[in-house]
């Protein structure tokens, strides 16, 4: 067989139903490439076990990727193409794959992507969200801690936000997307081309409300987040704390109450009850 010499292609693999595998791809990885690199070795040998493709596979995961890479690239100046795979939909997309790539472009060896499947995308254009700007956040952080930082850190971001999550965590994630960043319309997406294939749509608080009365939450989970909706009352968050206050709450938890009642993020609450305090500290200043 006649390898074409020295290229390392990124081939999108389907999230679920093998359908979605593109005909490119599937004549790359039967009559252009001498090695599959991939993830998971006994994931990719079922994809390839099921088109009748066989070709040696070798393992390159997060945890040997920079080894790895070195290996391939040496593959890849012996003037043999590799293809390399993620578990499932478009590598590198918050999956291994990145060291691969910078070592292949710093020896100066050809990358071709063949696109495909992308659960993000999937998740997006069926999420009936604004599509024309977006930010893909990746998997959020597995801590509360660390998860809200995340959020907050995009609270003010115009676009629509994507991110990952895993089943055994969404509850949680659920709650921290509420607190950090209000009531805003949102979309879950559940096992994307499966068979149990599932859209939840609404605010955080309802979608959670929907999940948490199951016995059990299964299937890999992309979220889809909007902006905050427009609120009707122009009230001043405020003037919410401080009635809040006036009735015996403490200020932290005035905060959080007044940014749910208004959809507002908690944080931009806090920031400008710490303002408007700083700037009376100015005025009564000597």
């Keep these: 067989m006649k390898y074409l010499p020295g290229i390392l292609y990124l081939v999108a693999t389907p999230i679920g139903n093998l359908e979605d595998i593109t005909l490119r791809a599937l004549r790359i990885l039967r009559e252009e490439v001498a090695v599959v690199a991939c993830e998971d070795t006994r994931q990719t040998s079922k994809l390839l076990q099921h088109f009748e493709i066989r070709k040696p596979m070798i ?3 997060e945890h040997n990727e920079n080894a790895r890479a070195q290996e391939i690239v040496e593959i890849l100046k012996r003037g043999e193409a590799v293809a390399l795979v993620s578990d499932a939909g478009t590598p590198l997309i918050s999956d291994p794959g990145y060291r691969v790539v910078a070592a292949a472009l710093a020896a100066e060896i050809v990358v071709v992507p063949i696109p495909g499947v ?6 997006l254009a069926a999420s009936g969200l604004p599509t024309n700007e977006f930010r893909f956040i990746g998997f959020l952080p597995p801590k509360s801690t660390g998860r809200r930082k995340a959020l907050a850190a995009v609270a003010a971001d115009s676009a629509t936000l994507i991110a990952y999550e895993s089943p055994h965590r969404i509850l949680e994630s659920l709650k921290d997307i509420e607190a950090e960043l209000g009531v805003r319309p949102m979309a879950l997406a ?17 979608i959670h409300a929907v999940l948490s009365a199951r016995d059990s939450i299964k299937g890999e989970i992309t979220l889809v987040i909007g902006q905050a909706a427009a609120q009707p009352s122009e ?29 507002l993020p908690k944080r931009e609450v806090y920031r400008r009850a710490a303002q408007r305090g700083s700037n009376r500290a100015g005025t009564h200043r000597d």
Excluded: N, Y
């Design 59 to 61: 393992a390159c995961h």
């Design 118 to 123: 992308s659960a993000a995308l999937a998740a």
């Design 190 to 206: 559940r096992e994307l081309t499966k068979i149990h294939e599932e859209f939840l749509r609404g605010s955080a608080a309802e």
């Design 235 to 263: 009230k001043d968050p405020l003037e919410e704390v401080a009635q809040l206050e006036a009735q015996g709450m403490d200020r932290m938890d005035a905060i959080k109450t007044a940014a749910k009642r208004l959809g």
